[in-house]
């Protein structure tokens, strides 16, 4: 799998939309691009994933360059709650079930 | 749905003794997942099942751990003997393949603690 590059840390205001960004640039043709969070002492949870075309789901937006080499996770108005680790990872679909590979994350910091 | 079930959520043994750590999948579920998280290493997979059969294992740190699925229902991770640097928190997912989502659903974790 492709490996990606986040920073390793952000915060916004509660009620502003966060955007994390996702560095992908080795990304193949048939991998997608993946967002899992982790809330403190939690087990990871899906957000969303997408392969080339923005997608929007009821947690987030994802929008994918034309390129494909990086992307960006949008909560648009962050609340306190949405404090946590984001992963973006990059994987094939076939087989569906092939390995997630987790990095180290940005952490996202909401702010009162 | 009441989720991935992990048990115990706390586990505290010494040095030498073995340690079971259980989960149940999420019904209908056909591949379940093994993670250790640590600080130092992160979130790493140490294996996954399909079908109750063990399709990748390279993340098995090595011969004291094993893990077995006996039915679609039920999953061990075992660890004999347990060793100090095996403290960490081990999280147990669980997908569905072939509707049209492949995500994974992680259970609360087990925190094990060797002393």
């Known amino acids: 799998d492709a490996k990606t590059t986040q920073p390793p840390s952000m915060d916004c205001a509660e009620g502003r939309a966060a955007n994390l960004p996702c560095n992908h640039s080795?990304?193949?043709?048939?991998?997608?691009v993946y967002w899992y969070r982790q809330i403190h002492s939690q087990g990871p949870q899906y957000i969303i994933h997408?392969?080339?075309n923005n997608e929007t789901n009821e947690m987030a937006s994802l929008i994918i360059t034309e390129d494909r080499k990086s992307s960006t996770l949008i909560l648009p108005h962050a609340t306190l709650r949405d404090t946590a680790v984001y992963y973006c990872?990059?994987?094939?679909?076939?087989?569906?079930?092939?390995?997630?590979?987790f990095g180290k994350g940005i952490t996202l910091s909401v702010r009162p | 749905d009441a989720g991935v079930i992990q048990s115990p959520r706390h586990e505290v043994t010494e040095m030498g003794q073995e340690v079971t750590l259980r989960c149940k999948p999420i019904?209908?579920?056909?591949?379940l997942f093994w993670y250790r998280q640590t600080m130092m290493r992160g979130l790493e997979l140490l294996i996954y099942?399909?079908?109750?059969?063990?399709?990748?294992d390279s993340g098995m740190p090595e011969d004291r751990f094993s893990a077995k699925m006996p039915n679609a229902s039920f999953s061990t991770l075992k660890i004999q003997p347990s060793e100090p640097r095996d403290s960490a928190v081990y999280f147990c997912?669980?997908?569905?393949?072939?509707?049209?989502?492949?995500?994974?659903?992680f259970g609360p974790g087990t925190r094990l603690t060797v002393l």
């Open positions: 997912a669980s997908s569905e393949q072939g509707a049209g989502t492949d995500t994974q659903y």
């Open positions: 080795t990304i193949s043709g048939n991998e997608y």
């Open positions: 997408g392969l080339k």
């Open positions: 990872i990059v994987r094939v679909r076939a087989g569906a079930n092939s390995k997630l590979t």
């Open positions: 019904s209908g579920h056909d591949y």
């Open positions: 099942f399909n079908n109750n059969v063990p399709i990748d």
